[in-house]
């Protein structure tokens, strides 16, 4: 044996001797509750109401209604989820909702085009919307809290001017409100449309350069842009596809209404928001991703499914919107500090 062979042998510590830090059970909680507890509370409300109302909750008519009523906030919120991958907010998205259905009624109503050209249009203008919040954010270099915030608050504006702060109503015989009513087969049109939505929007955050440079620019800003990607354009792009996606909302909730009405989509902001930031906690260590969100809609549906079979007053439909948005908060920001 060399000399050398001697002494790496000598300092290479003996495996069964290796000290070894002990392990923090309550650090291993807390990885799992920040890392399972949306799936847990799911699972945990959606025994609780099957086992109190068999005959009610688990029919598939209340399934479909549970996964019908979630598609326009699975796609709001998965649009939202993009800005939030990179590491900002889109406080306007409600507001964008609302003028979208007001919008998509008003050209078939008052300028009598198509329902294929105006919905062609009011996604365009969802587009155009969420390039203006990604060029204010990163251009001008507003904060996207107040940025956005702004937006919204000029997109309620428009709103009032274009509809004189009247309902706007379908044209009698158009085919628009089939798209929120119509079926294939036995499920639904929202929900086929909302899995076909949220399947791109996986594929482009999973399987796209684009979607692997916006994971980057939210993990270290300055570090992907020292690797190359321009931020800036990353940013502007992620709240286009969240403007595009809010527009869309707009458009089936104004077929789910058959009309556009003022503020009707306000609601979703922090409907999307507690969903986005529960999923981000779920299988992921506080990382935003589209399956999270999903099972985060799933859960704020499952809630509010519950109240409403149960007979209970709005007030605890908001109370609970407001307590699971401090929790989805909170169990993200555990699955966050894990991680770290």
């Excluded at 294929?116 to 203008?125: G, K, N």
């Excluded at 044209?171 to 049109?189: A, C, Q």
């Excluded at 440079?213 to 940013?235: C, F, P, T, Y």
Aim: aromatic share 8%; net charge neutral; hydrophobic share 50%.
């Amino acid at each position: 044996m060399s000399t050398n062979e001697v002494i790496v042998e000598s300092v290479t510590p003996h495996p069964e001797l290796e000290v070894r830090p002990p392990r923090n059970r309550g650090n291993a909680v807390l990885g799992f509750v920040g890392k399972f507890g949306t799936i847990m509370v799911l699972l945990g409300m959606f025994i609780g109401f099957s086992a109190a109302m068999p005959d009610v909750f688990l029919t598939w008519r209340n399934i479909s209604n549970i996964f019908s009523e979630a598609s326009l906030t699975a796609i709001v919120a998965g649009g939202l989820t993009f800005p939030l991958i990179v590491g900002e907010f889109d406080l306007s998205i409600g507001y964008h909702a609302s003028l979208a259905s007001v919008l998509v009624v008003g050209l078939m109503s008052n300028q009598h085009l198509t329902v294929a050209t105006a919905i062609v249009l009011v996604l365009l203008s969802g587009a155009v919307i969420g390039l203006v919040n990604g060029l204010i954010v990163t251009k001008l270099g507003v904060n996207a809290l107040v940025g956005t915030l702004g937006t919204g608050t000029i997109l309620v504006g428009i709103d009032y001017a274009y509809s004189s702060g009247i309902p706007l109503s379908i044209p009698i015989g158009s085919s628009f409100p089939s798209i929120f009513d119509g079926k294939l087969g036995p499920i639904p049109n929202p929900i086929i449309i909302m899995f076909v939505i949220l399947a791109i929007l996986w594929l482009i955050v999973n399987r796209t350069a684009l979607g692997q440079a916006m994971q980057a620019v939210g993990g270290n800003v300055e570090a992907a842009r020292l690797s190359g990607i321009r931020v800036d354009r990353i940013k502007i792009l992620a709240f286009t596809i969240g403007g595009i996606c809010a527009a869309m909302t707009g458009i089936l909730l104004a077929s789910q209404l058959q009309g556009g009405e003022l503020g009707s989509g306000d609601g979703y902001l922090l409907e999307a928001m507690a969903a986005c930031f529960l999923g981000s906690a779920a299988l992921r260590d506080g990382q935003f991703h589209i399956v999270g969100t999903f099972l985060g809609v799933v859960t704020v549906g499952v809630g509010f499914t519950g109240l409403v079979i149960f007979g209970a007053p709005t007030f605890y439909q908001y109370l609970f919107e407001g307590i699971l948005l401090v929790f989805a908060v909170g169990l993200s920001t555990t699955a966050r500090r894990f991680a770290r």
